[in-house]
């Protein structure tokens, strides 16, 4: 039920853009994006509810695919302040959140 | 300011020793939970709450357990029956269980 993020890790420079994916194999309720920063707890970054609706937070905006069962996150000219681990949360009908293994963003100057 | 309070920041296990995590929050949220991370891995949940009184168990729930006697206190505790506890333990909350998480800065626990 864990769902499947792609890909593990992506390094950007400053400005460019990225996209992570998260896939799911059952029918999804909800999909949660949180942001880790080294050391750190997770910050709450969007829900997304099923409907396709696409929410933003800064330059980071995300979509939700309920025919492919995907939620996609994308990171629009990247800043530094962009890096962190980026995990995407899913929850079924039990409400039940399941967090998949983590995309780690890296962004150099 | 509103937020959840996780201590201690570090603790050390002995072999055969349980051990318990306090989380608190004055967010008056009615879900809590406990999740374990592991190095480069993602969170797995250990056990939830959604009212007082009530919890469920989670993916991975054995050699743990946990309590919520008050609305705003849920502690974890580490059995001996955990056979490799070492991990960073994060609690976190949320107004229902449909709602954003806001965690703790967590615990990270070692074994001597």
């Known amino acids: 039920q864990q769902p499947v993020q792609s890909p593990q890790a992506v390094i950007l420079r400053e400005g460019e853009d990225a996209v992570i994916n998260c896939s799911s194999s059952k029918a999804l309720y909800s999909v949660h994006w949180y942001r880790q920063k080294h050391g750190e707890a997770p910050v709450f970054l969007m829900i997304?509810?099923?409907?396709?609706e696409q929410k933003g937070h800064e330059k980071i905006s995300a979509s939700f695919n309920e025919k492919k069962q995907q939620s996609s996150l994308y990171l629009t000219a990247s800043q530094l302040s962009y890096s962190g681990t980026y995990f995407c949360?899913?929850?079924?009908?039990?409400?039940?959140?399941?967090f998949g293994a983590g995309t780690t963003v890296t962004v150099r100057a | 300011d509103g937020g959840i309070t996780q201590s201690p920041k570090y603790l050390f296990r002995k072999e055969g020793q349980n051990v318990t995590l306090s989380c608190e929050q004055n967010l008056n949220h009615d879900a809590m939970y406990w999740y374990r991370q592991d190095p480069g891995q993602g969170l797995r949940l250990i056990y939830y709450s959604q009212i007082v009184n009530d919890f469920q168990k989670g993916d991975i729930a054995e050699g743990y357990s946990v309590s919520r006697e008050k609305k705003e206190s849920f502690p974890l505790t580490v059995t001996s029956a955990q056979k490799n506890p070492t991990a960073f333990y994060l609690c976190?909350?949320?107004?229902?269980?449909?709602?954003?998480?806001?965690f703790g800065d967590g615990t990270r626990l070692s074994i001597l």
């Open positions: 997304l509810l099923k409907g396709g």
């Open positions: 976190a909350s949320s107004i229902t269980l449909s709602q954003p998480q806001h």
């Open positions: 949360g899913t929850q079924f009908n039990d409400y039940k959140l399941s």
